[in-house]
């Protein structure tokens, strides 16, 4: 069996699994999933970019097509963005508008090597995409991305399939432009391993016509220990894995459902019998990890976490897992340097800016709480923490929770009135948000704040 008639078996599976429900789903970052999930804080983030990009153009084109169109390419990009990891590199938004340049990503390792991403929104039977000769010229694959809610602007939820990818050196054009539906696509499980094959490539369309990662896939037997009943039900509706078992990608699986349902016990099992068939899988030391720290034993988490940072030391989840494991033990330096790792890799991660205040903070609080010991307070932790809220609220200006930690840090400085400031932008942040009992407290806290400089006043 060639490599694209498995892909396209495989489609066809995704294709009918679809319709029940039954995705595969995993949040990691750089592993593969059908299914992903953008909302919170992320999806603000995104809608403010394509806020300014309407507000930049909108002398020449109508501001909420602009918003729209900028979004629905924004979350495609994002999918990819997380499915593949470091394996590209985004191109700079900010020099193109509408497309231009027709390539979203390229390889890290090889900058000639194009990625076109291609987002729509419709029911999976109907929905098309299309690429230009100029697109299938300047990229290696396109990868096409289904959204499956209505991209507007009061969205809270986004569920976005990873629909496949076309080789453009399969793109046939008789025209200027041609478009295809979902059962032309190849699997987007095998869209990794084809670029892969490009890593020592020197142009942009070369590619061996059957690659290795499918040319031998071993026939094996089950694991014992696993009856085929119970493998039937964790097989995600992959039907040729009796044919074709991936043992580790299976037991991967099996520890993936049970770190979902809470029973991390098994999953360390499951992943123990993964790290025998590879030893060397970032994927299943992180989540092994994860499953340690969920248990209480933040020493194990923190050896795997080594193990994951060891294999790909350029990948911000290890570094931010590890250091709340780190935190928990003590360790509070650590994981402030964990933080400040996790944010040079990701610069515009405003989840590990605001996390990385909480430790600067609690670190003071826990010295200065000590029995016996009059420490008093540093400054310059105090100074940090403001620093990391500062640069998460420039990424994301309504970050509540943000506003709200930074006013706390403000107040430990003696600065009443930047501490004012902030929560009262906290307070009106959580009132537009619905959080109604965090808009209370912070209210109290601001009049608590302004009775107090009043006194300051009058004692003056």
């Given at each position: 069996?060639?490599?694209?008639?498995?892909?396209?078996?495989?489609?066809?599976?995704?294709?009918?699994?679809?319709?029940?429900?039954?995705?595969?789903?995993?949040?990691?970052?750089?592993?593969?999933?059908?299914?992903?999930?953008?909302?919170?804080?992320?999806?603000?983030?995104?809608?403010?970019?394509?806020?300014?990009?309407?507000?930049?153009?909108?002398?020449?084109?109508?501001?909420?097509?602009?918003?729209?169109?900028?979004?629905?390419?924004?979350?495609?990009?994002?999918?990819?963005?997380?499915?593949?990891?470091?394996?590209?590199?985004?191109?700079?938004?900010?020099?193109?508008?509408?497309?231009?340049?027709?390539?979203?990503?390229?390889?890290?390792?090889?900058?000639?090597?194009?990625?076109?991403?291609?987002?729509?929104?419709?029911?999976?039977?109907?929905?098309?995409?299309?690429?230009?000769?100029?697109?299938?010229?300047?990229?290696?694959?396109?990868?096409?991305?289904?959204?499956?809610?209505?991209?507007?602007?009061?969205?809270?939820?986004?569920?976005?399939?990873?629909?496949?990818?076309?080789?453009?050196?399969?793109?046939?054009?008789?025209?200027?432009?041609?478009?295809?539906?979902?059962?032309?696509?190849?699997?987007?499980?095998?869209?990794?391993?084809?670029?892969?094959?490009?890593?020592?490539?020197?142009?942009?369309?070369?590619?061996?016509?059957?690659?290795?990662?499918?040319?031998?896939?071993?026939?094996v037997d089950l694991p014992p220990q696993i009856p085929k009943n119970q493998l039937?039900?964790?097989?995600?509706?992959?039907?040729?894995?009796?044919?074709?078992?991936?043992?580790?990608?299976?037991?991967?699986?099996?520890?993936?459902?049970?770190?979902?349902?809470?029973?991390?016990?098994?999953?360390?099992?499951?992943?123990?019998?993964?790290?025998?068939?590879?030893?060397?899988?970032?994927?299943?030391?992180?989540?092994?990890?994860?499953?340690?720290?969920?248990?209480?034993?933040?020493?194990?988490a923190i050896a795997d976490y080594n193990q994951a940072i060891r294999i790909n030391?350029?990948?911000?989840?290890?570094?931010?897992?590890?250091?709340?494991?780190?935190?928990?033990?003590?360790?509070?330096?650590?994981?402030?340097?964990?933080?400040?790792?996790?944010?040079?890799?990701?610069?515009?991660?405003?989840?590990?800016?605001?996390?990385?205040?909480?430790?600067?903070?609690?670190?003071?609080?826990?010295?200065?709480?000590?029995?016996?010991?009059?420490?008093?307070?540093?400054?310059?932790?105090?100074?940090?923490?403001?620093?990391?809220?500062?640069?998460?609220?420039?990424?994301?200006?309504?970050?509540?929770?943000?506003?709200?930690?930074?006013?706390?840090?403000?107040?430990?400085?003696?600065?009443?009135?930047?501490?004012?400031e902030d929560f009262q932008k906290a307070a009106d942040l959580y009132w537009q948000?619905?959080?109604?009992?965090?808009?209370?407290?912070?209210?109290?806290?601001?009049?608590?704040?302004?009775?107090?400089?009043?006194?300051?006043?009058?004692?003056?």
């Open positions: 069996m060639d490599w694209i008639t498995l892909l396209r078996s495989l489609q066809s599976d995704f294709i009918k699994r679809f319709t029940s429900g039954c995705l595969i789903h995993c949040e990691t970052e750089g592993q593969y999933s059908e299914l992903t999930i953008i909302s919170g804080e992320r999806l603000k983030a995104l809608r403010e970019f394509c806020w300014q990009m309407a507000e930049k153009y909108k002398r020449t084109s109508p501001v909420r097509g602009v918003f729209i169109n900028n979004l629905k390419g924004k979350l495609g990009e994002e999918v990819v963005k997380e499915r593949l990891g470091n394996v590209i590199t985004e191109v700079d938004y900010e020099k193109r508008f509408g497309g231009d340049g027709k390539i979203d990503f390229t390889l890290t390792s090889n900058s000639s090597i194009g990625v076109e991403v291609k987002s729509r929104y419709g029911s999976i039977d109907k929905v098309r995409w299309s690429v230009s000769s100029e697109e299938v010229e300047k990229n290696a694959v396109v990868v096409c991305i289904l959204i499956q809610e209505e991209v507007n602007e009061a969205q809270p939820k986004y569920h976005l399939l990873l629909a496949g990818f076309l080789p453009t050196q399969m793109i046939k054009l008789r025209t200027g432009k041609i478009s295809f539906g979902i059962n032309q696509l190849l699997y987007g499980g095998g869209l990794l391993s084809y670029l892969e094959q490009f890593q020592a490539a020197t142009t942009s369309h070369v590619i061996r016509q059957n690659p290795p990662f499918f040319q031998h896939i071993p026939k039937k039900t964790h097989q995600v509706g992959f039907d040729y894995i009796y044919q074709y078992a991936d043992l580790n990608l299976l037991y991967r699986k099996l520890g993936d459902e049970s770190l979902d349902q809470g029973d991390y016990e098994a999953a360390i099992i499951n992943y123990n019998q993964a790290l025998q068939l590879n030893i060397n899988d970032f994927y299943i030391y992180n989540k092994r990890g994860f499953s340690y720290y969920k248990l209480g034993d933040y020493t194990a030391p350029h990948v911000a989840i290890a570094y931010k897992n590890r250091a709340k494991s780190r935190f928990h033990i003590g360790d509070h330096q650590g994981a402030i340097e964990d933080y400040t790792e996790a944010i040079k890799i990701n610069p515009h991660d405003a989840i590990a800016d605001k996390n990385r205040g909480i430790p600067d903070y609690l670190f003071r609080e826990k010295q200065e709480v000590k029995p016996g010991i009059n420490i008093e307070p540093d400054l310059d932790y105090y100074e940090a923490a403001i620093a990391d809220y500062t640069q998460a609220i420039q990424i994301n200006s309504h970050d509540a929770d943000a506003y709200y930690n930074r006013g706390n840090a403000h107040f430990e400085l003696g600065d009443k009135q930047g501490a004012i948000e619905g959080k109604l009992e965090k808009h209370k407290d912070t209210r109290s806290k601001i009049v608590d704040l302004e009775i107090e400089a009043s006194l300051d006043i009058l004692n003056f």
